[in-house]
């Protein structure tokens, strides 16, 4: 097989998947992550601490996304969004899987910080890993506010979860693209929403807004 021929197969295999991506973003419940944005807000807006976490891929996005949160929507003159990535503190994920179980690295690094109006954030493709599960019944205990980004048909978190948004897709690596898509698009509209923030009216979605803009 000539150089030429790879060639076209990897832009025919790219192409194929730039189209699979665009026909699952058309399918996201976007009502759905306009209430989830809202959900961060008003947790913002409470001065409670928002908790991110997810395995493999999910963790990265789960560091990436709580990054973003954290130092992207800083608004001058305003407070700033009180956010911990769970997937961020290795040696108490060792120390959890090692002598307890994986199942644990989440659930008890959150026993003792989370409280009644924090959000919980778990991103899990499949929907179904423990450590996640663990961790939203150790949440819903403690009275905080569950969300899951999930994937195939959500999973077990479904059940576990107060907004559950599923990217409609069997592919993982679609799953965690728009995993990254979503989470980009939150904290960006978070961060128009506090631009655009005045302390004696509700909170609300900006909406359409240059990028420019929100820079």
Not at 162 to 187: N, R
């Amino acid at each position: 097989m000539n150089v030429q021929e790879e060639g076209f197969l990897l832009t025919s295999f790219t192409a194929h998947y730039m189209n699979e991506m665009k026909k699952v973003l058309t399918q996201i419940d976007y009502s759905l992550a306009g209430e989830i944005v809202m959900k961060i807000a008003q947790t913002w807006q409470s001065g409670s601490k928002i908790f991110i976490f997810g395995n493999g891929g999910s963790a990265s996005t789960a560091s990436h996304f709580a990054c973003d949160l954290s130092k992207m929507t800083i608004v001058e003159g305003l407070p700033r969004l009180k956010v911990i990535a769970l997937t961020d503190n290795i040696p108490i994920m060792t120390a959890w899987a090692n002598d307890v179980s994986y199942s644990d690295i989440f659930a008890q690094q959150l026993i003792p910080l989370v409280e009644k109006g924090d959000l919980v954030i778990g991103i899990t493709g499949s929907g179904n890993s423990g450590n996640i599960l663990k961790a939203f019944e150790a949440a819903n205990a403690a009275g905080a506010i569950t969300i899951a980004l999930t994937g195939y048909k959500g999973g077990k978190v479904k059940a576990l979860s107060q907004k559950c948004l599923v990217v409609p897709s069997d592919s993982m690596q679609v799953i965690e693209d728009v995993h990254s898509f979503l989470t980009h698009a939150f904290s960006l509209e978070l961060r128009a929403m506090l631009l655009n923030y005045l302390p004696d009216q509700q909170l609300k979605l900006v909406g359409e807004m240059e990028l420019t803009k929100i820079y």
